[in-house]
């Protein structure tokens, strides 16, 4: 058993805990709160487990001994069981169930990163989708393990211009999308192993990161941003063992700041003297390359247009961080320019008769 939480709030839920079996790896995913408590957990296991599969032999998890304990306790209360249950308690997890757990923590934030508001709507589908290929250790899917086959979904034909069709295909995408994150976090889980099996690195607050682009999918298109590192930005606390809080800039409100430690690289900075950090890559908006405004310094009007002088961020060199700019290069620097105005509103504006 484990809990993943501070996740974008859906239908009133920020976690997902996460069960799986031992032998199957077989994994259920449950929507939840992050104040859930052992009774709460012992209700969800009797209404997605027990009704299923019955009685685990032992139960595992890394919140600790005390909730394994009460969490059995509640369970048999629940069942109205005796407390001497055959369930053992274990609560750390073995390191294949560890491993396990990595994958589908990795995967379940990748996933999250599509659906930022509507996870919990397609939460069952990422749990097919997991449950339905291969496993390295069992060389067979979760699926065929407990049921001895493969559940058959590619033969169903829907016609598409219905709103059964319409949810059809977007289950397909979504199936696609989540197969193939659980594919990347399975590779980016054994790349960290083969670093002579070294731990993931460790964040402190303060320490400064650049953000994989891939982790903001759900605002972003794909295909411009492959390979290309956002940032960078501060690490303001950390959530769990595998994922960490950001200081992201006021314009992305939208995009849930916890993300997956496989998503950041520490920023290096040179000991060299007159060597300069890298300027940051481009934010892409609208599929377009924007770079982050610090503030505008100055405007004039040439040749019946106005212009701004922009100081960009992240830029070291004095050549690179102020640029002058016409107004159609600053259309979603809406509070920077009037922030600007504001301070000296008797500079050339939108609103300056042209000569």
Known sequence: MDLITQLPLSNSFDSILVIVDRFSKMAIFIPTMSSITSLDSAHLFIKHIFSKHGLPSSIASDRGSLFVSSFRTNLCQQLKISRDMSTADHPKTDGQTERVNQILDQYLWMYISYHQDDWNTWLPLDEFAYNSSDHSSTKQSPFFTVYGRDPNFDSVHITQDTPAGNL???IQSVQRDVKRELEVAINRLKRYADKSRASPPVFNPGDMVWLSSKSIKSTIPTKKLSERWLGTFPILKKVSTHAYHLKLPSQWKSIHPVFHISFLEPVKTSTMPNRHQQPPPPIIIEEEEEWEVSQILDSKLK???L?????????SQDSERSTWEPTANLKTCH???KDFHSLYPDTPGPNSSIP
């Open 168 to 170: 059809s295909t977007k």
């Open 303 to 305: 040749r019946g247009k």
């Open 307 to 315: 212009w701004y002088l922009v100081e960009w961020k992240g830029f």
């Open 335 to 337: 509070e920077p320019v």
